[in-house]
């Protein structure tokens, strides 16, 4: 970690600090703020936006723990998201139960989903591992659209009330925004604490080295099957204020090609820390909303391109920009920036 | 029983066209140890270069046909020399990253240039159903099936007879003994994306022959998955007899569950037969396990 | 001369020096040995002059190297060993998926045709008669003698002038590293073929060698004949006080220590 000029950490507790000068305080404080009175300062669309961005923020910070600190490959993160959603959507419609108790019961059921496939990565990897995880979208859409009508609506899916506290219902754009950035801050706050702790290193070790790993006395069997369990989890938890979000879960919301977008999200920002999940999936969804805006205005300016290309740019430019970025900075944005803030930090004297 | 035989047979027929498929992962990956996620999407362009030549130029399938197999193998060739080339060496991470990649960016190329409609494929092949007493076939599928094996021993000998073959598998196990022998390793990766590409039009001649198709056609990259993993990535026969083994247990599976889950239990079953084999072997039924005396 | 290095500096990774110029040479049909302690830059030597370093991020940043008195440190493997150098990589690389044969076959890249391929194939049996028997067996189960007959084998399959040869006694039992340095011997006496061999075991590689060198720390520091290396003080101590003895000697002997002191220098 490169740490700003005079600043020196003289306790323990420093050195771990998130936060280190006055004016990182400020940024922050700021950033805060904005998040905060986002539904003041631009009501309308960019609540919308900024809700869908926390929801997918929580799925891509389970995906960095599972791919991008312990290294397990997954491909399934959207079906465990579905996972969540299901379970929670089929215990508030049927249950009456709290979205206290469905959200983290819907995490718990996608996290059971998922250790299953932490408990394959045992026995296969690489490659092998990568393509058995896209079996769990299969298996999940499979198994939504044929159980039992009563359970999870089969092809109707389930339509659901909004989410109430006492007599206070999270029943407009701005109140879901709210609900959806605490569960965001207090999901960010719980990977960082995951990362720092002896679990956090574990996963590194695995990551780094399954062998080494287990020579060095980490259990590797139950640290994969954790990094599943957990990132599912986060999964999860997404899913479950996804089905809150938009009151409806259906098996087709959650896609293969979902999961390949977390995976980009994650390439983009930077594989391995949580600013990185946060980076890329901003990046990207704002892209994306870019995309859908400036999209019609060239198809008015030029007609023949037709409707669909709006969808088909969006994906030239972000598969290309995956691209890019796997070959040209594999560490991701987060790197890059810190790499530009270095040399402006040093200038004029870069040696 | 006239039907149980004729799902089953039928399967069979699917599972060779996937193992067609899976040949194609299987190729590129023996000799760069890459899985190309997007293979699906090479299928499709295929697809729709074989449409376009025919259907929007109006050429006679003889030229079509051999001008889409040409452009695809200068696809597969391109992508390596493009993209794959500057990441030898990478890691694994950044190989599955770069094909997920590739295969995002494809879509959008293959929307931009064909755009979402339904299209109606030519027949290239002869149409007519095939009747064995009282079971019925669609002629390209068994076209399909028997090219299959003839492209699979093709590949075997190609691969265990020839000079350029066993240069190939040797760079498959190991690159840096290969460069040591004096084989040029990135060019024989390059041939294998050739050749990937090429067959991968083929599969998309036989899957789609006379059928209307759009873009997601594609999914028959992920459908043909469950083939070449629990094959094993490394063997080319190993491919053929997985493809029929799925597709075997799909016509089972059609035929007995179908019936209770109403429908669609093809789209699932390879994938969990798949994984209890992983489980059991997890290089696949016929692929290279590590052979641990060294 | 074959083979000629002067002055040859390598780094890795744009940062890491490991050869601090590196003189040395191979004449025709000779055999030389290549010794030093473990680290000192022996394999790296080997690779930059086979042009294995580049796959490595490994680059000759000065100096020069010359094969048949023409340059090649920019030289692609597949043309080196096109033109008759070889290197065998250590730790017993052999293919271990594929039959003996086909191992063979794969090195023989650079014949023209079939007739000549079974051509040098007999001739690569005539001298490792072992393999005949297990052409047909997958490489990978083989023993680790027979896995070190069949790379340099498959080595000679590209009839090469010379070859380059890494730790080819590593892990084997004293009477299969005997035969094989005997093979060396006698592939040198009939085949002309010159050898480059980077070896632990100094005392079965100075036997057959013309001239030997001692690697420290990415230089050469001392260079002699067979017989001169054989007598040399310092390398009886160091190589062949060890393999004699069987356990190395104590870094407390300070006159040992200094002597040593005196290479690096
Ligand atoms: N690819 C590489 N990148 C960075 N450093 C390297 C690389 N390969 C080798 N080195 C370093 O270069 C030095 C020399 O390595 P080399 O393999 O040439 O030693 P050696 O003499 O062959 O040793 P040994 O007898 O153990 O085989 C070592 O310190 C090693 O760590
Ligand atoms: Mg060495």
Redesign the pocket.
């Known amino acids: 970690m490169t740490l700003p000029g005079g600043v020196h950490a003289e306790t323990y507790a420093q050195d771990r600090a998130l936060i280190r000068t006055p004016w990182q305080w400020l940024w922050f404080a700021a950033f805060v703020a904005v998040l905060l009175l986002l539904p003041f300062l631009r009501p309308g669309g960019a609540v919308g936006i900024a809700t869908v961005i926390g929801i997918t923020l929580i799925a891509v910070l389970g995906l960095q723990l599972t791919s991008g600190c312990a290294g397990q490959i997954n491909m399934g993160q959207s079906a465990f998201m579905g996972v969540g959603a299901y379970a929670a959507g089929a215990l508030a419609v049927h249950l009456h139960w709290s979205f206290l108790m469905t959200i983290p019961i819907g995490g718990i059921s996608a996290a059971v989903f998922g250790a299953v496939f932490g408990l394959a990565a045992l026995r296969i990897k690489g490659f092998y591992l990568a393509l058995t995880t896209i079996a769990a979208q299969y298996i999940f859409t499979f198994a939504m659209l044929k159980l039992p009508k009563e359970w999870f609506g089969q092809s109707e899916g389930l339509r659901m009330d909004p989410a109430v506290l006492g007599s206070f219902a999270f029943d407009t754009d701005n109140r879901i925004y709210y609900l959806v950035l605490a569960f965001a801050a207090l999901m960010t706050y719980g990977a960082w604490g995951l990362m720092r702790s002896r679990t956090g290193r574990a996963f590194i070790a695995v990551r780094d080295n399954d062998n080494a790993a287990e020579v060095i006395g980490i259990n590797v069997f139950y640290y994969k099957t954790l990094a599943f369990f957990i990132g599912a989890f986060y999964a999860g938890v997404a899913g479950a204020l996804w089905a809150y979000y938009v009151r409806y879960v259906q098996a087709d919301q959650f896609t293969l090609w979902l999961s390949v977008w977390y995976v980009g999200m994650l390439i983009v920002g930077g594989m391995g820390s949580i600013l990185g999940a946060i980076v890329g999936t901003v990046v990207i969804r704002l892209l994306q909303e870019l995309i859908t805006v400036v999209g019609p205005q060239i198809t008015d300016l030029l007609p023949t391109l037709g409707g669909q290309f709006v969808f088909a740019a969006m994906n030239m430019l972000l598969g290309g920009l995956i691209i890019v970025f796997v070959i040209f900075e594999p560490r991701g944005l987060v790197h890059r920036w810190n790499i530009v803030k270095e040399s402006y930090r040093i200038w004029p004297f870069p040696h | 029983m006239t039907s149980l035989l004729s799902q089953v047979a039928n399967g069979a027929l699917t599972g060779l066209l996937y193992a067609l498929v899976a040949m194609s992962f299987v190729i590129i990956y023996r000799s760069a140890r890459v899985f190309n996620f997007a293979q699906g999407e090479i299928v499709v362009v295929g697809a729709f270069l074989v449409w376009t030549l025919m259907s929007a130029f109006d050429l006679p399938v003889w030229a079509a046909v051999p001008l889409a197999l040409l452009a695809s193998v200068l696809l597969g060739v391109l992508i390596e020399r493009v993209i794959l080339r500057s990441l030898v060496g990478e890691e694994l991470f950044a190989f599955v990253m770069v094909t997920i990649g590739l295969l995002i960016f494809i879509r959008g190329v293959v929307l931009v240039a064909w755009g979402p409609e339904v299209r109606f494929f030519p027949a290239v092949l002869p149409m007519a159903a095939v009747k064995v007493g009282a079971l019925v076939f669609d002629r390209a599928m068994v076209i399909g099936g028997a090219l299959t094996l003839v492209v699979a021993a093709a590949m075997s000998w190609f691969f265990n007879r020839t000079q350029l073959g066993l240069e190939m598998t040797a760079v498959a196990e190991d690159h840096q003994t290969a460069l040591s022998l004096g084989i040029p390793v990135t060019r024989s990766i390059a041939v294998a994306w050739g050749i990937s590409g090429l067959l991968s039009t083929v599969a998309a001649i036989i899957f789609l022959n006379g059928k209307g198709m759009t873009f997601l056609a594609s999914d028959i990259g992920f459908a043909a998955l469950p083939v070449a993993l629990l094959a094993g990535l490394e063997s080319i026969g190993g491919v053929v007899l997985g493809g029929l083994i799925v597709g075997i247990a799909l016509g089972l599976a059609s035929y007995f569950l179908d019936p209770i889950f109403n429908g669609g239990v093809a789209a699932v079953f390879p994938f969990v037969i798949m994984v209890i084999v992983l489980l059991i072997r997890p290089t696949g039924l016929f692929g290279w396990k590590t052979i641990e005396r060294i | 001369m074959l083979l000629e290095l002067t002055n040859v500096e390598v780094v890795?990774?744009d940062v890491?020096l490991?050869?601090k110029g590196v003189n040395l040479s191979v004449a025709e049909g000779h055999i030389v040995a290549l010794l030093?302690?473990?680290?000192?830059?022996?394999?790296?030597?080997?690779?930059a002059i086979s042009g294995l370093?580049r796959s490595?991020?490994?680059e000759v940043t000065s100096g020069s190297i010359q094969f048949q008195g023409v340059p090649i440190h920019t030289e692609e493997p597949q043309n080196l060993v096109r033109r008759g150098l070889v290197q065998v990589v250590?730790g017993r690389r052999i293919l271990p998926h594929m039959t003996v044969e086909q191992n063979l076959l794969v090195g023989s890249k650079v014949l023209k045709d079939r007739a000549e391929r079974r051509q040098v194939l007999d001739k690569v049996y005539g001298y490792f008669p072992k393999l005949v028997n297990l052409r047909a067996r997958v490489s990978g189960y083989l023993s680790g003698g027979e896995q070190q007959m069949l790379v340099i084998g498959r080595a000679l399959m590209a009839r090469p002038r010379l070859i380059l040869l890494?730790?080819p006694s590593l892990g084997l039992a004293p009477m299969i590293v005997t035969e094989i340095f005997e093979l060396v011997e006698s592939l040198r006496r009939q085949e002309g073929i010159a050898f480059l061999v980077?070896e632990?075991n100094a005392n079965v590689a100075l036997a057959v060698a013309d001239h030997g060198y001692v690697?420290e720390n990415?230089r050469i520091v001392l260079y002699g004949t067979g017989p001169e290396l054989r007598e040399n003080e310092d390398i009886k101590e160091f190589y062949l006080g060890m393999s004699i003895s069987g356990h190395g000697k104590s870094f407390k002997d300070v006159k040992h220590y200094k002597r040593r002191k005196r290479w690096l220098g």
Do not use: F, H
Not at chain 3, 36 to 47: C, D, H, P
């Open positions: 890795y990774s890491i490991v050869l030093g302690a473990n680290g000192a830059g022996k394999t790296t030597t080997l690779k370093l490595e991020d490994g250590e890494d730790e980077v632990q690697m990415g």
